[in-house]
């Protein structure tokens, strides 16, 4: 079975800083990875996946991550946080024989001024 | 071209009261998923349908029925609403076949409270 862990609930910025958001996945054959991005009352977007064809991946907004395999992790980054940025982030993993996607419970970013 | 769309937007319900989710997707995706979402759990897969005229359990199905109306649309039905139904519910499309730039695209929601 898949499973996504994403560390921290609630991670808190400042205007200009890094954001680094965590995610670790168990599968047992190589995976295809996705970050999306829920705005308030919105559905969710996609922010970049992964796919094998390069382990750094850049997506919209400024977004990127990276796949590790030593580490079955794909955590996500953006040099410089926005206001704007200010969202709950999901990462969720599909394997290459599925049909289901398995989504990790979020982890709501704020930005602070 | 709309994407994915669901109606209601906004439900109430009383206990023991039935209603059907709509959902419609016009990329022309042989999958569609329902998800139900609810803080710190993330989303939930409740049902699935991998292709027109197939469906299948996800983690959470109980209490909830569904039909592949067609290729482009997926309902969910809550035949006897319960307060542990209240929830955002997202529905979702894929292209699948299993391709490696199979992405999942999704409706609005649709917020549900059942008093």
């Known amino acids: 079975a898949q499973s996504v862990t994403q560390l921290g609930s609630h991670v808190s910025v400042s205007e200009g800083a890094l954001v680094l958001l965590r995610c670790n996945y168990s599968s047992s054959v190589p995976p295809y990875l996705f970050w999306y991005v829920q705005y308030p009352n919105q559905g969710l977007q996609l922010l970049l996946k992964?796919?094998?064809?390069?382990?750094l991946v850049k997506g919209i907004n400024g977004f990127e991550a990276e796949f590790k395999k030593s580490e079955t992790s794909f955590h996500l980054t953006k040099p410089t946080a926005h206001m704007s940025d200010a969202a709950e982030y999901f990462c969720?993993?599909?394997?290459?024989?599925?049909?289901?996607?398995?989504f990790g419970t979020g982890t709501s970013l704020t930005v602070i001024p | 071209n709309a994407g994915v769309t669901q109606t209601p937007k906004f439900q109430v319900l009383k206990t023991g009261q039935s209603m059907t989710l709509q959902c419609a997707q016009d990329?022309?995706?042989?999958?569609m998923y329902w998800y139900r979402q609810d803080p710190g759990m993330g989303l939930r897969l409740i049902y699935y349908s991998a292709s027109e005229g197939t469906t299948d359990k996800g983690e959470v199905p109980n209490g909830y029925n569904v039909s592949r109306l067609n290729k482009r649309e997926f309902s969910l039905r809550l035949e006897s609403a319960a307060p542990s139904q209240t929830s955002v519910y997202f529905c979702?499309?894929?292209?699948?076949?299993?391709?490696?730039?199979?992405?999942?695209?999704f409706g609005p929601g649709t917020r549900l409270t059942v008093l």
């Open positions: 969720a993993v599909r394997t290459n024989t599925g049909n289901q996607f398995y």
């Open positions: 979702a499309s894929s292209p699948t076949s299993g391709g490696s730039t199979d992405t999942q695209y």
């Open positions: 990329m022309n995706h042989n999958s």
């Open positions: 992964y796919t094998s064809a390069a382990t």
